[in-house]
Every structure is written in C-alpha cells, then in structure tokens.
C-alpha cells in the first residue's frame, strides 16, 4: 500500500480546467504545476478590485487631510467641535473601507492562484480525474498522489504472534514477480481485527519498480540470531512418532540413537538432545540400514550457517 495518498482537488469554484499538465505514472516535484484553470474572469474581477482600492485610497487622503486641518483649529476655535469629529470620523470610516477593498483584492489575488494547481510534496501521481474542458466545482479531486513514491507492506500477522515483533525488526519480502525486497518494521498496530484475530505490521520497503501499491505480497520477519546444531532433515527418521538418526560407531557399524528435534529452517533441523556434537551419523539412505549394519563413511562438504 502507499505509505500516504495525497488527494489533490480544486480550490477554486466553477473555473474551467484549460490543461493538464501530469498524467498517472509521473514523478512531480512539491510546488509543480499539475493543471491550469481559465483565469481570464478571475484577472477581470482582480482589477475590478484593485480599482477599488485605490478609489479607496484617494477617498482616505481626503478624508485624512480634512481631520488634520480639523485638528489644526480645535485649539483656535474657528471650527466646530461637532464638525471636527464629523472630519475625524469619515478619515476612520475611509481608512476601514481601504481596509476592506484590499482584503477583497487580496482574496481575489488568492483565487487567481487557485488557477495554477500545484502538487503539495513530492510523489508519484497514481490517478487522474482531470479533463481538459471540464468545469470543476471546489473540492472535486483531480489527482492522486502516492507522497515522497513512498510504499509499505501491511503485514497480517496472528494475533498470537505479534508480540515477538518489533519495530526496527528486518523483513524479507517477497513480491508476486518473484523479487524480493528488504524492509523494516516501522510499527505495529495498537488493535487487532476481531473477525480474523489478526494485526497489521507496517513495514517500509525501499523503492523498486517491482513493487506497486494494490498488490499482495508474502515476506519474513527476522526475529533473532542464535546457534544450533542441525542435521540434514533425511538424516532424521520418524518411528511410532519419535525421531531417531542412525549414529556411526566403532568399526563404521550403525545403531539407532533417538533424538529430540527442535525448528525446521529449509533442509536443516534442530537437534536439542541425544547427540554430541562430536557424533557422526548417516546423512542419507538411513531408512534402509538396520541397527549393527556396516556403512562406509563418504566424508560431505559442511553445511554453510542458515539463519
């Protein structure tokens, strides 16, 4: 799955979209241009509104002046104190109307950008609605952006096993093309599904282009380190239930030693007790010999150490 989608949609209200500029698959940078809207009503309304603000500010400069020649004769007495707090009353009225037109003219500046829509990080664009042509309303998605390329694999693990797993913990994950990759567990989920008993693990995986959001996977924890000591599984038998491996004595002569076995990892199995590690036994055809048999000894190569 994405590590995180981005919903990309329009911010401006019933623009029509003129071009697109990214298509499903494309890596966009934080800031690019993914499509562009008609903006020839927005620049309209914006001059409309830079009008304003400068009718607005002559009307401010009058007013302005007037409560400054008002100020100057309320000590003199050649003017009104009712008409001087008129004069100081219509300069404060001016300067909120300027104060309002340059909020409208800076919301209007605000929609002319919404014109130009810009992807919000970095990504990879995984699905595209927009349409050359189409007139979008506010909020309607247009792309889908899985952010920074970034995937995860979501892990169902039973609930009896989750506690052995641990953030940091590195996983091997197997792809449905046969790849493999190598992640880390980044968190385990806090709650587990009460229809499957199972939790989920997140683990990130590094970018490969083998792996795609939507597709299923099997993989590996790595839960641990630790010495054994392991036999080819054909060496081990299985008589009435018990496990036996046929020992190699004096004069090359066998005889059936019972053993108890621990893990399994591929063709190696653990034994925990009934052998020394100094003891040799018969690695193959061992269902065949009977105890006291005589065998000749073929010395084989050492198994390399299995994690």
């Known amino acids: 799955m994405a590590w995180q989608e981005a919903l990309i949609g329009s911010e401006a209200n019933g623009l029509r979209l003129t071009e697109v500029k990214a298509d499903v698959g494309d890596t966009v940078r934080r800031g690019q241009v993914l499509a562009t809207f008609a903006a020839d009503t927005v620049e309209a309304e914006l001059a409309q509104r830079r009008a304003e603000v400068a009718q607005a500010e002559v009307a401010l400069a009058e007013a302005t002046a007037n409560a400054r020649r008002g100020r100057a004769l309320q000590e003199s007495g050649a003017m009104s104190t ?142 641990g380190d630790s010495t054994a000591m392991t036999l080819p599984r054909a060496a081990v038998q299985v008589r009435d239930g018990l496990h036996h491996v046929m020992r190699i004595g004096a004069g090359d002569r066998v005889a059936p030693v019972r053993v108890r076995v621990g893990r399994q990892v591929a063709d190696l199995v653990e034994i925990l007790d009934g052998l020394a590690r100094t003891d040799r036994v018969v690695a193959s055809g061992a269902a065949f010999l009977g105890d006291n048999d005589l065998v000749r000894v073929v010395e084989a190569a050492p198994h390399a150490p299995t994690r």
Request: without cysteine.
């Open 82 to 223: 009712q008409q001087i707090q008129q004069y100081v009353a219509a300069e404060r009225g001016a300067q909120a109307r300027l104060e309002a037109a340059r909020a409208v003219e800076a919301g209007q500046a605000l929609r002319l950008r919404q014109t130009r829509l810009l992807a919000p990080d970095d990504g990879i664009v995984s699905a595209r609605t927009a349409t050359v042509g189409s007139v979008v309303p506010a909020g309607q998605e247009l792309f889908r952006m899985i952010r920074g390329g970034r995937l995860e694999w979501r892990a169902e693990i039973a609930a009896a096993d989750l506690a052995r797993v641990r953030p940091g913990q590195r996983v091997r994950v197997m792809l449905v093309s046969g790849e493999s990759l190598e992640g880390r567990v980044r968190v385990v989920a806090p709650a587990v599904d009460t229809s499957t008993r199972n939790g989920l693990v997140y683990v990130d995986l590094p970018r490969h282009p083998a792996a795609r959001a939507g597709t299923y996977a099997q993989g590996e924890f790595e839960l």
